[in-house]
């Protein structure tokens, strides 16, 4: 893009009073530069490409859609992620008026023009007086007269910076192998079926010995689901995953598969020590559990369960499993190169560095995944920089809302230990299975008829969704209070 405006990192870009420096010009470090210039606070955003290419890049516009062109649903009364474009748009948001603006038809969902979106945020920037774009690579842990820096390099930060903020974190706290298992929204699993336990009743820190739902399968059952999982269409690696190889801590369940029919059953899917109480004479010959994944408890992971089959093969395979025959899927599996921080270990709630302070993280580096759930990490990181650069503490949005929900999961609302001993945490889309439950959920319409099936989910979604506008309106007027006092 040659409209940019440019400087080289050998300028003395501190000179301009209480700049924050963001290092990153993709949709998530766009975003952040935009609500720190709108709240007064000047700007710079480092972007290492066209100086420094990566293997996904085809561009050098920021904000660069580097796969699906699609935002996702735009229902903001029904689904989690359409109520996060109507949360950012009331922050004025510069993605989602990027993203309006270069529309195209996709139905439901917002789709849209790539190289026209990229260009509106582009241009935005460009034209922002507050904002200065540096094009050169930032190769380590950020200049220490930098004082409110946010890094917000995505998954394919460069080497040079991933190795300093590796050293910096600790050698286990940044992943560059992102192996997902499935999880499933708590309510939909089938507990006629299903039962909870611990293996060998074992009660570890913080569980009382009943603290995996564990779904059994016969021979019959097993033998097919092995079948299912061989012959079902996989994802290839892209090409700059080709390299990465599979760990044998993480081997996906079809590769441990076509290793040996009885693979699983000495492995995740092992059947001791565990009793089905409806059943107790009887042993299943393979069983397959699923673990609480967040504090709430709504959401629970398939234990051992990475793959890489895709998303149709995964809904029709794992949907056999009995108890998970209408299981909702908050997240499904999947095994692919990235880099990401654990973030619940390693930040705080306004997103820094408990390590450096003065290093704020945004976007897909946290540990989010999708191209608006990184816009929106951004944009609160954003706005808390703002308020830091003005002397101020600006709350994190509630809990309650879809901004706040994704925050909590990435700062705080991960279980990090369970029997086993340390957990990994693993990103996430933003869904209903991250906010907080409703006090008291719909059970009747507005007749006075009781909800049955469906309707009952459908009223609960949208009953979150009221509560989530209505808790960020009140958080926004409480932060333009917060914004005059300055």
Known sequence: MTDLKTTDLKTDLTSLPHSVHIVGGGLAGSEAAWQIAEAGVPVVLHEMRPVRTTEAHHTDGLAELVCSNSFRSDDAANNAVGLLHAEMRRLGSLVMRAADANQVPAGGALAVDRDGFSAAVSAAIAGHPLIEVAREEVPGIPLADWSNVIIATGPLTSAPLAEAIRTLTGQDSLAFFDAIAPIVHRDSIDMEKAWFQSRYDKVGPGGNGADYINCPLTR????????????????????????????????????????????????PMKPVGLTDPRNPTVKPYAIIQLRQDNKLGTLYNLVGFQTKLKHGAQLRIFRTIPGLENAEFARLGGLHRNTFLNSPKLLDDQLRMHADPRLRFAGQITGCEGYVESASVGLIAGLLAAANARGQTLAPPPATTALGALLNHITGGHIETVDAGPRSFQPMNINFGLFPPLANPPTRKADGTRLRGNEKSIAKKQALSARALADLDRWIADRLHLARAA
């Open 220 to 267: 019959e059952q097993y033998d097919a689901f092995i079948d299912a999982l061989i012959d079902g269409e996989k994802v290839d690696f892209k090409d700059w995953e080709t390299n990465t190889p599979y760990f044998d801590g993480c081997l996906p369940i079809e590769v441990m598969a076509e290793r040996g029919r009885e693979t699983l059953r000495y492995g």
